[in-house]
């Protein structure tokens, strides 16, 4: 009998759907994020974002510390960029309190900032090129990185969770010299820029892998409360710095960089001109930085009236914001309540993966810069 | 001097109070007429507030309507801030805003997670930060700050010992 060749059908060319799991323990992830793929074929058809692994319940603890106490659980939130948590937080109740911040206190306050969205920036570029393939720039990132952390080291004396700020000032001025010392980084940091952007902006493998990638449009990346660095590469020229100023911002110049098109290169570009943007803003906070106390007249019980408020800030990752409710009776607050850029920026994933390859999953989650410690609290 | 776009959702939503605290203007919406006075801060000219920043609970037990749900709004546009509070009563449940502003897709998920409040015409009603099978709702003010924890499983009769310890100390 001869033999013929049998045919299994669908067992070839099956077209169901495939569903895979990528993290919580994933390289790429930046930290413990869990998204659940369903592909068809290596296209990405949509995606689920599942989170709280890291959720610590900053929100309930902060309503049973006294207000002091809180600063140092902020700097745990966004891990990477512990200073911008401590100064929204600070502003935020200095409001309730309807207090004065020294003017030399508000123009360190801008300098760590700036250093820290720096920093932050560095790290971003670093993982997010690393994510796509490119590994020296993460090496050469992380140098400069370190020049700011030690910067850090010799204000206060940690390199990550600094507990930099208090409420209506700093915990101590800066060291003898140390105004120099960020002056000279300024130098060294300029060319620094240039050379990441000689390995990336014009690589021909970086622009395949980042131009019309996740496009959104600025409407829609506005209504889905897209923030930050992410909002501004769709063209929005929203900055919290520009459009309600907090800190010495009021008094310094600097541009606010906006993309066009909306995809992951654009975004790129407008992160890699805030840094220059940064800079520029840490010369002008150091060269005038002026004489002072450095601390405004604080109570001695921080006990704000009865009453609510909300504050933001642009921290590196968008509009960090603090809605706070004291209850007029209590040292603690009655209600703590963050808003997470990372957070709202997460919100998009789904919306910007959906029709794209596995890989460009990579990419977009480094994209929109995110910190698990923040998204989850 | 209370902005216009109050005054016009003052005509729009019958029942809406304001409050001023600190240069931050608050109103408040009955709980029924939610989605269209967002509609309205969104959509009226003098408001256009396409942001929806935030949007968030607090509890006020022993209030018959113990939640205050708040919208945080800001626009794009002319660079203005409003809060949007609705006050629900424990069981009561309000209507999503998620097709007025996409964002608050999430958001209301955290509503619902950490405070309990239903919101009709979610897409995606589901646990965000807390595991799928919690039990309770950990914002709430009658929630526990600590648990147990691993004393409970290894030493019941120290962990009564430490509990009861705890409660004369509150009541003193």
Same mark, same amino acid.
């Given at each position: ?77 966004? %891990? ?59 090496? %050469? ?54 050379? %990441? ?16 990638? /996740? ?12 923030? /930050? ?19 010495? %911002? ?128 | ?12 939503? &019958? ?22 006075? !967002? ?22 037990? &022993? ?25 629900? !009563? ?12 996409? !964002? ?64 004369? !100390?509150?009541?003193?």
């Amino acid at each position: 009998m001869p033999v013929e060749p049998q045919t299994i059908h669908g067992a070839m060319f099956d077209t169901s759907e495939l569903v895979i799991n990528m993290g919580p323990q994933h390289p790429s992830t930046h930290g413990v994020l869990r998204v659940i793929l369903r592909l068809d074929g290596e296209k990405v058809v949509d995606a689920d974002v599942v989170m709280g692994y890291l959720h610590r319940g900053i929100e309930k603890l902060s309503e049973n510390r006294n207000w002091t106490q809180i600063i140092l659980l902020t700097d745990r939130m966004d %891990y990477v960029a512990a200073a911008t948590s401590n100064l929204g937080y600070c502003e935020t109740v200095e409001k309730l309190l309807q207090l004065e911040v020294p003017r030399r206190a508000r123009y360190i306050r801008t300098i760590l900032c700036e250093l820290q969205r720096i920093a932050s920036h560095c790290l971003w570029v670093g993982t997010h090129a690393m994510d796509i393939g490119a590994m020296t720039v993460f090496l %050469y990132a992380f140098r400069e990185r370190e020049l700011i952390l030690d910067l850090f080291e010799e204000f206060c004396g940690a390199r990550l969770t600094y507990n930099s700020m208090r409420i209506g000032g700093l915990p101590q001025d800066i060291p003898p010299g140390w105004d120099k010392k960020v002056l000279e980084f300024c130098k060294i940091m300029d060319g620094k820029i240039d050379e %990441y952007e000689t390995l990336l902006t014009h690589n021909r493998i970086w622009l395949e892998r980042t131009k019309g990638i /996740g496009v959104i449009g600025g409407p829609e990346a506005t209504a889905l409360g897209m923030c /930050g660095p992410t909002l501004r590469g769709s063209g929005v020229a929203r900055d919290v710095r520009k459009d309600e100023p907090y800190a010495a %911002y009021d008094e310094m110049e600097f541009d606010v960089p906006i993309g066009t098109a909306g995809d992951t290169y654009d975004r790129y570009l407008v992160r890699m001109e805030e840094f220059r943007q940064s800079l520029r803003i840490i010369r002008q906070a150091t060269e005038g930085l002026p004489e002072g106390p450095i601390v405004g007249k604080v109570p001695r019980l921080i006990k704000p009236a009865a009453g609510e408020t909300y504050h933001a800030i642009e921290s590196p990752k968008g509009e960090l914001g603090y809605f706070i409710v004291s209850d007029g009776k209590s040292t603690n607050p009655y209600r703590f309540r963050v808003r997470p850029p990372s957070f709202c920026n997460l919100q998009a994933l789904p919306r910007l993966v959906r029709g794209h390859l596995i890989a460009d999953v990579v990419a977009l989650i480094g994209s929109i810069d995110i910190v698990l410690g923040e998204v989850d609290r | 001097m209370v902005p216009a776009f109050i005054t016009s959702l003052q005509q729009a939503v &019958p029942g809406t109070t304001l409050s001023l605290y600190l240069g931050d203007w608050t109103v408040i919406v009955p709980a029924s007429h939610v989605v269209e006075a !967002a509609l309205h801060l969104r959509d009226a000219p003098e408001g256009a507030f396409d942001y929806c920043s935030d949007l968030t609970a607090t509890d006020w037990p &022993p209030r018959a309507e113990r939640f205050d749900v708040i919208y945080c709004l800001y626009s794009t546009r002319h660079r203005h801030r409003v809060r949007m509070k609705v006050k629900v !009563a424990a069981n009561q449940p309000l209507a999503s805003v998620t097709g007025v502003w996409t !964002a608050a897709n999430w958001l209301e998920r955290e509503v619902y997670d950490m405070f309990g409040v239903e919101f009709t015409g979610h897409p995606d009603r589901r646990r965000i930060l807390m595991p799928d099978d919690w039990q309770g709702y950990p914002q709430r003010k009658d929630y526990p700050l600590e648990g147990p924890g691993e004393l409970l499983m290894e030493n019941p009769i120290d962990w009564l010992k430490l509990r009861q310890a705890r409660e004369e !100390a509150d009541i003193e």
